[in-house]
């Protein structure tokens, strides 16, 4: 996710805990977790061809802070959390 906010492209295994974050071809690029080749090649064209791969990252910092930001979104979240824990809510 820090990557992402940073507006790298993202090579990551096409796992159900990263599908949550990363959209193939969107924000990211997902690949098979047991071919090695698939994660070179996906590495190497990222590499080859940086300008490809301008929108995907300006996607992969927005949709971070469209789902993660820590003001609007995460922070409130954990204190309604603490709040309903507490029984404050």
């Known amino acids: 996710m820090e990557s992402l906010s940073c507006a790298c492209v ?4 096409g796992t159900a805990p990263v599908r949550e974050v990363i959209e193939d071809g969107y924000n ?12 070179a090649d996906r590495v190497v064209r990222v590499l080859a061809n940086p300008a490809e791969f301008t ?3 300006t996607l992969a910092r927005a949709s971070i802070v469209k789902r993660y930001d820590l003001a609007r979104i995460c922070l409130p979240a954990q204190l309604r959390l603490v709040d309903e824990l507490a029984g404050r809510a």
């Open 55 to 57: 929108r995907m990252r």
């Open 10 to 13: 993202v090579v990551a295994s």
């Open 28 to 39: 990211g690029l997902l690949v098979d977790f047991h071919s090695p080749a698939e994660i």
